[in-house]
């Protein structure tokens, strides 16, 4: 099983940046594509941004060129570096893996981090 540990929440003033770090560990040799999701109160968790192993990035469509998704594959990190963040950022970040490798064995589960509360308010 892959394990996936966020960090870096934390409360900010609006237009203000965050960085968030998630550590992947689990034994495995390789991560397809690794994520970050968030879900605000009384919403669905949706897909903030991906990178698959090969560099390829997908943003939602609110991002707008404010947050970059970046992935250390020999550190088995992903970021997510967070700019000019308003109030509507608000939610529950969480880390998301999907498609790994291990000797001979490839696992297509989804795998999830606990979560770090980011919190954009004056």
């Known amino acids: 099983q892959v394990q996936l540990a966020e960090s870096g929440g934390g409360l900010v003033q609006p237009g203000g940046s965050l960085r968030l770090s998630c550590a992947a560990s689990?034994?495995?040799?390789?991560?397809?594509?690794m994520g970050w999701y968030r879900q605000a109160p009384g919403k669905q968790r949706e897909l903030v941004a991906s990178?698959?192993?090969?560099?390829?990035?997908n943003y939602a469509g609110f991002v707008k060129g404010r947050f970059v998704i970046s992935r250390d594959g020999a550190k088995n990190m992903v970021y997510l570096q967070m700019n000019s963040l308003t109030p509507e950022d608000t939610a529950v970040y969480y880390c998301?893996?999907?498609?790994?490798?291990?000797?001979?064995?490839?696992?297509?589960?989804?795998?999830w981090g606990q979560g770090t509360q980011v919190t954009v308010s004056s």
């Open positions: 990178v698959a192993s090969g560099g390829n990035t």
């Open positions: 689990g034994g495995f040799l390789s991560i397809d594509a």
């Open positions: 998301h893996s999907k498609g790994v490798w291990y000797r001979g064995i490839y696992d297509s589960q989804d795998y």
